[in-house]
């Protein structure tokens, strides 16, 4: 009874899949971590947004698994001795989804469009003296007016503002508006007739692209379809999808619930890690309104803070988890503890943090902290904070809400009694969050800022001079002097770091692992 009510509910959440008269083997169904609301990979960091946009673009420079940047739709490059100089060709065989050939005037217009709202990109065109198209239609010219040494890095992101290359009629639209139009010339095609959001997002390979003869390694190489079909099915219910897998209706969830995996094991299923940096947490404090306009309250908050009870509480497992104190993510080539307090969330951390809130001046004041009643480990998180804070001095109100609505208020200037907020608990891919420049939390660059607004010249300063930096001594010295400042400003308090692992049918093989992102292609999937 139970695997026909499955049955049931997944043909029907795949609408026009059950007409299909493809070979099993041929059709992949995955199960995203989130819903796609959105398809514009410019307009938004959310990361479900960057996977659909890795399905159906393609991008000058990939990232290998060692995130190590290579080319992608450029066949061959340079830069000048002084670096000011870069020249892209594109390689042959580029087409978009409707059949124009790729351009040096699309990819001009493309990276225009993500300059205006990709960190790395507004940096970069901040000192472009021209961008522009050689008359071949090939190739195109970057002429920066000082090196940019991060700038096959931001070519390259996988997630976040992702530099896809789309046609030139298309990257034409507003930066700040959300476009529509999904023609790429990447190794899928969104089939939007059967787009039903909240419940469907079907792709079908594209036959007519052609990919690199290297081995596929993260985003770089030969992206090669061995499926015709993805199906991505939007299951909230962590149950109903861990059965699905086991009785084959699924090949693919990006995120199971924890709960479920020792389930999955015993049943046969592989548990796969494909992001190695994890997700760190962070508390976001508002920096606009008291108490935590000041200083001193933000840094009781980092002080209060025991890691270790919130992992414990969110995570079952602890092979899951690990407490971490690093800003730029442990694990990757930008961690440094520089400018750690010792015993953070320690007693004796919380009697320095009782000090501090006195020396604030808080009031006593109700602190308004979003709950995010709809991600059962962001709740739990949000519980524990919420006691730890009481045990100092602070008055907290929780306030029930879910994920996207958060999301929303989070914009709200408003004073928190006004509808406003005081904190609100989120996590970060670790690919973006290890980026000095694309940690979107850790600027302080004041109204400009990610909401929470943070406002400090000299440490925005420290960011803005990390690509800038002549040698790996002084971008290391920079790393450790911003990483010091975060621990005075706290932009955000980090509460640990979570690896939640994919689980996928033992019919399927060669998955790909990137930080952040699902990755449909490279994958093969075994007949019955």
Not at 458 to 464: P, R, S, T, Y
Request: hydrophobic fraction near 45%; charged fraction near 20%; include cysteine.
């Amino acid at each position: 009874m139970k695997k026909t009510w499955l049955a049931a509910a997944l043909a029907l959440m795949a609408g026009a899949a059950s007409a299909q008269t493809l070979p099993p083997e041929r059709v992949l169904r995955m199960v995203p971590n989130a819903d796609l609301q959105t398809l514009d990979p410019i307009n938004t960091t959310a990361g479900v947004v960057s996977s659909h946009a890795q399905m159906i673009y393609d991008q000058l420079f990939g990232r290998d698994a060692e995130q190590r940047p290579q080319p992608q739709m450029v066949g061959a490059w340079s830069v000048s001795a002084d670096a000011l100089t870069w020249r892209f060709t594109l390689r042959d065989g580029l087409a978009f989804h409707d059949g124009a050939a790729v351009t040096a005037e699309d990819v001009v217009a493309s990276l225009r469009r993500w300059g205006a709202r990709d960190p790395h990109g507004r940096q970069i065109i901040a000192i472009t003296a021209s961008l522009a198209a050689e008359p071949d239609g090939r190739t195109v010219v970057w002429q920066l007016r000082r090196p940019y040494a991060l700038m096959l890095d931001a070519l390259s992101k996988p997630a976040g503002n992702m530099p896809a290359i789309m046609p030139a009629r298309i990257a034409a639209a507003d930066p700040f508006t959300a476009i529509r139009d999904t023609i790429g010339s990447g190794p899928f095609i969104f089939v939007r007739e059967e787009w039903v959001p909240g419940s469907t997002v079907v792709y079908r390979r594209n036959p007519n692209y052609v990919p690199r003869r290297e081995p596929a390694s993260g985003t770089a190489g030969g992206k090669v379809a061995h499926v015709d079909r993805v199906e991505w099915l939007n299951i909230a219910n962590a149950q109903t999808s861990a059965l699905a897998l086991i009785q084959g209706e699924l090949d693919y969830i990006e995120s199971p619930g924890v709960d479920f995996l020792p389930l999955l094991q015993r049943r046969g299923m592989r548990i796969i890690r494909t992001n190695t940096l994890g997700a760190p947490g962070m508390i976001r404090m508002n920096h606009i309104h008291p108490p935590f306009n000041d200083p001193r309250a933000r840094q009781a908050l980092m002080q209060l803070v025991n890691q270790e009870e919130f992992l414990q509480a969110m995570f079952p497992d602890s092979s899951l988890y690990q407490v971490c104190h690093a800003f730029f993510v442990c694990g990757s080539p930008q961690e440094t503890n520089a400018g750690v307090p010792a015993g953070l969330g320690s007693p004796a951390a919380r009697e320095r943090a009782r000090a501090l809130l006195r020396e604030s001046g808080y009031d006593g004041s109700p602190i308004v902290i979003m709950d995010p009643t709809d991600n059962p480990f962001m709740h739990a998180a949000t519980l524990v904070l919420a006691q730890q804070m009481q045990a100092v001095g602070f008055r907290t109100d929780v306030q029930a809400t879910d994920f996207a609505s958060m999301a929303g208020r989070r914009a709200n200037r408003r004073p928190p009694a006004e509808g406003g907020w005081h904190i609100g608990l989120t996590f970060w891919n670790g690919l973006g969050a290890s980026d000095p420049v694309g940690n979107v939390p850790m600027a302080a660059s004041c109204d400009a800022a990610w909401p929470g607004w943070p406002c400090d010249a000299a440490h925005q300063a420290l960011i803005d001079a990390f690509p800038y930096a002549a040698s790996a001594e002084e971008r290391k010295r920079i790393l450790d002097e911003l990483h010091a400042s975060a621990y005075r400003l706290v932009p955000y308090v980090p509460f640990g770091q979570w690896y939640l692992p994919s689980a996928v049918s033992p019919r399927v093989s060669d998955v790909l692992a990137m930080p952040g992102i699902i990755i449909a292609w490279n994958i093969r999937k075994a007949a019955r």
